[in-house]
């Protein structure tokens, strides 16, 4: 039987300047509580001008706490770590930064992957657009950030683990735009790096995802398609699925739209694996969006143009109502209609226990790769479109 789509939320106006991310520093009362990274008024101080080298060195590559990309030589690729939160040891975590400094000047890029730890495909993604860019041919600056979670990559799990009760585990896609001065690490680390090293350096973003552990996507981008910036890049993807909706409150990409800065999330395939047909797509998608700015030059890919291309607003979650074996009776992209089987569901006797029917017509963009489960884990997403107006979707993990 179908589960019902998750509860959406008021739709905000994610292209207005966000007061939360440009206020004065204002520090943190502990006992009255800390705001949460999207609520707080004023979360974070201004950070300095110029990029502010801390004098130290890290395997040959200097370390910066600060970063504007206009202070770098132009024609050159520059590595460098940026600074990052404190680990409860007093030490800091270091994120890995490669800008490719244009010799003429232009528009300037920023992509993001690892924000997720267990996300392997999207770091594959970008590493391989940033193999291709020769400085010395480009107008504009492409900066790449692909470790963006440092502790949840180390361990190839989603979340963040703070330790400041216990073991939280933490979603970094869920704390953006971040809090210098937060109640946790993850929201100071988010705050340090938009604040002192994406925002500042960034008049377009795209932030790589995967599917999460246990659960396979399809490949297809997330975005505002009312955003005509946002549209315009997402439809340069050869990619089968487009997600029109700006999804959840706090992911790093509605961080960048609300200080006015167009960006997206690619979505490719499954967790922890490398799927090299998918990245292949989207590094040129990514290639055909850097083409699309004037920051390199040369014919365009294939783009949406030439793939068929399925545009939803919304997806609809089939959760599991019992523990058990699943077997999906449909694949990645298939067409479905209300009332079609998509799966069954087996106990260890090996009978049926539960059926899963659609309850929407559109396209299978998710599926559980757990063969599995345990009752209220997301089996199947249906990506279809609600009659307007939409909401803003929010869909359980």
């Not at 869920?174 to 809090?179: A, D, F, Q, S």
């Not at 993807?237 to 960048?256: E, K, R, S």
């Not at 167009?262 to 797509?281: D, K």
Request: hydrophobic share 40%; proline share 7%; charged share 20%.
């Amino acid at each position: 039987m179908p589960d019902k789509p998750a509860k959406g939320i008021d739709r905000r106006d994610l292209m207005l300047a966000s007061i939360a991310t440009v206020g004065a520093a204002v520090a943190v009362n502990t006992g009255a509580g800390a705001a949460n990274a999207q609520d707080a008024a004023s979360p974070s101080a201004a950070p300095p001008s110029g990029t502010v080298y801390t004098g130290d060195v890290i395997e040959g590559k200097k370390v910066i706490s600060t970063l504007d990309v206009n202070d770098l030589e132009p024609g050159k690729k520059h590595l460098l770590y940026f600074r990052g939160v404190e680990m409860p040891s007093g030490q800091h975590w270091y994120v890995s930064v490669t800008v490719a400094k244009g010799a003429k000047p232009g528009k300037r890029g920023v992509l993001t992957s690892g924000v997720h730890g267990d996300e392997m495909s999207n770091v594959h993604t970008v590493h391989t657009v940033m193999s291709r860019l020769d400085p010395a041919q480009m107008s504009g600056t492409v900066m790449a950030v692909t470790d963006v979670s440092p502790p949840a990559l180390q361990s190839m799990q989603r979340r963040w683990p703070n330790q400041g009760r216990g073991i939280d585990l933490i979603d970094m896609n869920r704390e953006w735009p971040g809090n210098e001065n937060g109640a946790t690490a993850a929201s100071r680390h988010a705050g340090l790096l938009f604040n002192r090293l994406l925002r500042p350096n960034a008049d377009f973003a795209i932030d790589f995802h995967t599917g999460t552990t246990g659960f396979e996507v399809t490949a297809f981008n997330i975005g505002g398609m009312d955003v005509p910036e946002v549209k315009a890049m997402m439809e340069l993807y050869p990619v089968g699925q487009i997600f029109d909706n700006h999804v959840y409150p706090g992911v790093l990409h509605n961080a960048f739209m609300d200080v006015g800065i167009p960006a997206f999330t690619p979505e490719i395939g499954a967790a922890r694996v490398l799927n090299l047909e998918m990245i292949a797509l989207f590094v040129e998608g990514t290639m055909n969006v850097l083409k699309h700015h004037g920051i390199v030059a040369g014919p365009m890919g294939r783009t949406g143009k030439d793939t068929t291309v399925f545009v939803g607003n919304s997806a609809f979650p089939i959760l599991a109502t019992a523990g058990g074996l699943v077997e999906h009776l449909v694949k990645l992209n298939d067409k479905v209609e209300p009332g079609q089987k998509v799966a069954v569901q087996r106990d260890s006797f090996g009978e049926v226990v539960a059926e899963y029917t659609s309850g929407v017509a559109g396209e299978i963009t998710g599926l559980r790769s757990d063969a599995m489960t345990e009752p209220g884990n997301p089996l199947v997403f249906i990506l279809f479109n609600k009659p307007e107006p939409k909401d803003v979707q929010v869909y359980p993990e």
